[in-house]
């Protein structure tokens, strides 16, 4: 709006239209900027006795986070997608109480879904929904010598341990554990279990991350 009234008064900018040519209907004005023709007038009208002045912001209710508040928190979340952790809806909160512990839950809900996602969606920071992550496996050009190894022998070793437990024979089959052993594994490719993790979770998305996740592992003790 103030930049709008500006142009206007000033007859620059928004003021010219595409034929470099200025706008002296207030009507064609208003279209073009996207405003209710009666909301502008009022601050536009020929009269300056009559006409509004815009506020400087000084009145009404204080703001609950300051421009750099909603910088920080899209930059934090942007982050934690890039690093293919997205933060769920409920973390989003979490970190917007943290930053602001004095407010509630609700008004933290609020004030992502009407400041932080629209502001930083305009910014170019974050899309202005959450994405719904998808189901995939961690990056295997991660994985070294040196964890292929722990993790065989962890597997090897919890094969000992039902061999250990698991004595003797069925007494309907007459078989050995050792010998059903193979149809006691399942889904050991770490695949299957984040998918049926990720179920329909969604996730603060960074604008410029086309594939969003978020870290599900399952550990072994």
């Keep these: 709006m103030s930049t709008a009234v500006e142009d206007w008064l000033g007859e620059k900018g928004l003021r010219y239209d595409d034929n470099e040519e200025l706008i002296m209907d207030r009507t064609i004005y208003a279209n ?20 509004k002045l815009l506020g400087d912001g000084s009145r009404g209710k204080a703001k609950i986070m300051t421009n750099d508040d909603v910088g920080f928190v899209g930059q934090a979340l942007a982050r934690l997608d890039r690093g293919n952790d997205g933060a769920s809806l409920k973390e989003a909160l979490d970190i917007l109480q943290e930053l602001k512990p004095k407010i509630t839950r609700t008004a933290a809900r609020d004030q992502l879904r009407k400041v932080v996602l629209p502001e930083n969606a305009r910014d170019n920071v974050l899309k202005s929904k959450p994405q719904k992550v998808q189901a995939t496996t961690s990056d295997r050009t991660n994985i070294n010598v040196a964890q292929q190894y722990r993790w065989h022998t962890l597997v090897d070793s919890e094969y000992d341990r039902l061999r250990d437990l698991n004595t003797g024979r069925c007494k309907k089959s007459n078989l050995r554990f050792e010998q059903v052993l193979h149809h006691y594994i399942v889904g050991l490719d770490e695949m299957c279990l984040m998918s049926d993790a990720h179920g329909n979770l969604q996730v603060v998305a960074a604008a410029d991350k086309k594939k969003h996740e978020k870290i599900c592992q399952l550990w072994f003790l």
């Design 32 to 51: 073009r900027v996207g405003i209710p023709r009666d909301s502008i007038y009022r601050y536009i009208h020929p009269d300056p006795k009559k006409r």
